[in-house]
């Protein structure tokens, strides 16, 4: 079943002397279930194409159907990629005033959706972080930051997960340990995840 369509995606950032395309006529497709890596070098369009599919920045031209859908208007895509994407940024985005667990359940918060306890406690699990839900951020390893950013983005049951170099601020064990973490989800709770990142080894 066919998740996610990209159709012709062009970005075009300024114009005449400062025109920059970034990317051009783009089109593929993910199967649900799947997980892909988009390989590339620095400024090749990676994080661009990523924020166009997850719907932080508009195209040029072109479209992005997930599940289906496309076309929303402000408000609708708001709440359509808070409650069916799931975005890990490298820098991890976590808010210093929360704890593991309340940045875990910030979107659910957010979308003011009661938290499902046992599924919290479940993913606490998966990510290691059972001892660690009470601390904040400044607290915790960048291993143990960046599983945090991967628990918010699963919370909600999204249709697809994106990660923008998940690993791209990690030494090489946590590195290892969070492109586990993310096939494990991949394989066990059949989340369809796309991973941009510039290691072959990463993508292979």
Do not use: W
Request: hydrophobic letters at 35%.
């Amino acid at each position: 079943m066919e998740i996610l369509k990209v159709d012709n995606l062009t970005k075009i950032y300024g114009k005449d002397s400062t025109k920059v395309v970034a990317l051009d006529h783009v089109s593929f497709s993910v199967e649900k279930g799947e997980f892909v890596a988009i390989v590339g070098a620095s400024g090749s369009g990676k994080s661009t194409l990523l924020h166009l599919i997850g719907g932080v920045d508009r195209p040029t031209s072109g479209k992005v159907f997930i599940d289906g859908k496309d076309n929303f208007n402000d408000d609708k895509l708001a709440i359509f990629r808070r409650r069916q994407v799931g975005l890990i940024y490298q820098f991890y985005n976590l808010i210093p005033i929360l704890n593991v667990e309340e940045n875990i359940t910030l979107p659910l918060s957010l979308d003011n959706r009661e938290v499902d306890k046992e599924r919290l406690n479940d993913l606490l699990k998966l990510l290691g972080l059972q001892n660690r839900k009470n601390h904040l951020p400044n607290e915790l390893s960048g291993g143990q930051q960046q599983r945090t950013s991967i628990g918010r983005a699963l919370i909600t049951n999204p249709t697809i997960i994106l990660a923008d170099e998940p690993t791209g601020n990690l030494d090489s064990k946590s590195s290892d340990e969070i492109v586990a973490l993310l096939k494990k989800s991949n394989k066990e709770l059949n989340q369809t995840i796309i991973m941009i990142t510039h290691n072959m080894e990463i993508a292979c």
